[in-house]
């Protein structure tokens, strides 16, 4: 457990982990952000990158490979699709600036960071010492996937699948 922030900035691994939250929640906050579709697409794999980065430093590097494979690759392609196969207006009007509607987020945003930090700083973490270095995680995760969890794994596919093929129909829709 961290000491104090002399400890927390000292560490590189924590300097990591700190770039690579500040870019996933900043790219979750471009992503809300923005009002142009492509642009959001393009922070959201930022997000999706930086939560596989996350998963690096936690030593769960297969979970990062998929994060990188699933996410960032194939659901940022198949938004691009979506967005390619669909009719966007431009120019739309927006609606009436507010500017203390940003300063109320970035104040909020703020104070939940001081108040997350804090309780982290705070708590103690049990270790569970369930974690062998040693062994295959990748293996175990597979086994787990094929053999405990494969009807769930089914469905999913089943259920990508589906909605693909309904954003294909609601895109053929609106050529008509």
Do not use: C
């Not at 996937?145 to 093929?165: C, D, K, Q, R, W």
Request: cysteine-free; overall charge negative.
């Amino acid at each position: 457990m961290f000491s104090g922030l002399g400890d927390f900035l000292s560490s590189g691994t924590s300097w990591a982990f700190f770039i690579f939250a500040l870019l996933a929640i900043g790219g979750a906050i471009f992503m809300i952000s923005f009002t142009k579709v492509v642009h959001m697409v393009v922070a959201v794999a930022l997000t999706f990158i930086s939560l596989a980065g996350l998963y690096v430093i936690l030593e769960a590097e297969f979970v990062a490979f998929v994060q990188v494979l699933i996410y960032a690759g194939a659901i940022s392609i198949l938004m691009i699709f979506g967005i390619m196969m669909t009719k966007h207006r431009q120019g739309e009007d927006e609606g009436p600036k507010r500017p203390w509607h940003e300063g109320l987020a970035i104040l909020g945003a703020v104070g939940l960071f001081g108040v997350l930090f804090y309780a982290i700083q705070k708590s103690t973490f049990v270790s569970s010492g369930t974690l062998d270095a040693g062994k295959d995680n990748t293996l175990e995760i597979g086994k787990l996937l094929y053999n405990v969890h494969v009807i769930p794994f089914e469905i999913m596919s089943v259920l990508l699948t589906v909605a693909f093929i309904g954003a294909i129909v609601v895109a053929k829709r609106e050529e008509d």
